[in-house]
C-alpha cells in the first residue's frame, strides 16, 4: 500500500500541478523511488523466504532457523560473488540483492526438502523463486547502468521539460542526431538513416557501426528501430529497441523529435551573374 501511494503520487505530479497551480517535480526519480521501494521489496522478499518454514500460530524458532541455515549460508556466498563481480557498492542494494537471492535459493531448499514430487504444491514456492530471480535481474540490467549519449557539443537542448534542472540534465544525457550525419559515441558510430510510419507508431532507423582505429574497416555493424508515439496529449510516448550482448546491452530510445509539419525554410538564396552570364546561386545558411 506504501509502494502504490507513492508511485501515485509521483507520476500524478503534473495533474496536482495543474489542479493547484503548485510547480512539484522530481530531478532524481531513481533515486526518489528507491529511497522507499528498495525497503519495501526487501520485506516482501525477506518474508517470502521464510513463510513457508513458518506454521500458522505456532512455529519451532530453533527448527525453522535450523532448516534455513544452509539456504542462508548459501544466499550469503552467492550475492558476495555476484557482488564482487558486479562491482554493487551500494549498502541498500547490497542487502536488496541478498534478499532475493535467499528468497530464491530458500524455496527452492522448501522444494527440493519438503515438497519433493508433489507437483501440485509447487505454485507458490515457484512463484516466490521467480519474483526473486526478477528482483536479481533488475538490480543486474539497472545498477550499473552507463549513460553512453553523453553531449559533448555544451548545447543545452529543449526537451520540454518542467524545470531547468530536468532539462539540463536531459540535455547532458542525450545526443541530437541529423540523417546520414554521423557522429561517434562510446566507440560506436551512430547514424541516423531515416524513419518510418505505421500507423501511430514511427520506426526510427539508427545504424550502428564498430570501427578499427587503424584501418577503419567495420567489425560489427546492426541497426535498431527505436518507436515513438507523438500523442498531442502525453507528448511523446518512446518504446526502445535494444541490442543484447552476454555482458551488456546497448538499450536506445528516442527521448525528443522535430515536427515535420513546423519546420519552415529560413535559407535566403541571392542569385548573382558572373562576366560570363552564368547564374549561380548563393546560399545563406541560418
Known amino acids: 500500500m506504501i509502494s502504490v501511494i507513492q508511485i501515485t ?16 517535480t522530481v530531478t ?42 544452509l539456504p542462508l549460508i548459501l544466499s550469503l ?25 535467499l528468497s530464491a535459493v530458500a524455496n527452492l531448499f522448501y522444494i527440493i526438502q519438503t515438497i519433493k514430487f508433489k507437483v501440485i504444491k509447487w505454485g507458490g514456492t515457484v512463484a516466490h523463486i521467480g519474483f526473486g530471480l526478477m528482483i536479481v535481474g533488475i538490480i543486474l540490467s539497472s545498477y550499473n547502468k552507463q549513460v553512453i549519449s553523453v553531449n559533448r557539443l555544451g548545447v543545452e537542448l529543449n526537451l520540454g521539460k518542467e524545470t531547468k ?12 542526431l541529423f ?19 505505421s500507423g501511430p507508431n514511427h520506426y526510427y532507423k539508427i545504424q550502428y557501426q564498430v570501427r578499427q582505429n587503424d584501418t577503419g574497416r567495420i567489425q560489427e555493424e546492426f541497426i535498431l528501430l527505436p ?6 496529449k502525453m507528448g511523446l510516448v518512446a518504446s526502445p529497441d535494444t541490442r543484447h550482448y552476454l555482458t551488456h546491452d ?7 523529435t522535430i515536427d515535420k509539419s513546423k519546420i519552415t525554410d529560413t535559407t ?7 562576366k560570363q552570364e552564368i547564374p549561380f546561386i548563393l546560399p545563406m545558411v541560418l
Open 9 to 24: 503520487y509521483t507520476t500524478s505530479m503534473p495533474v496536482w500541478n495543474k489542479m493547484f497551480g503548485t510547480k512539484l
Open 28 to 69: 532524481d526519480p531513481v533515486t526518489h523511488y528507491n529511497k522507499i521501494q528498495i525497503w519495501i521489496t526487501l520485506l516482501i522478499l525477506l518474508g517470502t523466504s521464510m513463510v513457508y518454514y513458518l506454521k500458522f500460530k505456532q512455529s519451532a524458532i530453533k527448527e525453522v532457523l535450523k532448516k534455513l541455515f
Open 77 to 101: 556466498l552467492l550475492t558476495g560473488l555476484i557482488c564482487y563481480l558486479q562491482d554493487l557498492r551500494s549498502v541498500p542494494i547490497i542487502l536488496l540483492m541478498f534478499a532475493a537471492v
Open 165 to 176: 534542472e530536468e532539462n539540463m540534465k536531459e540535455s547532458r544525457e542525450n545526443v541530437m
Open 179 to 197: 540523417r546520414d550525419i554521423p557522429i561517434s559515441m562510446a566507440g560506436y558510430t551512430v547514424t541516423y538513416k531515416g524513419d518510418t510510419v
Open 227 to 232: 518507436n515513438a508515439q507523438i500523442n498531442p
Open 250 to 256: 546497448v538499450f536506445t530510445y528516442i527521448t525528443s
Open 268 to 274: 535566403a538564396y541571392d542569385t548573382k551573374l558572373s
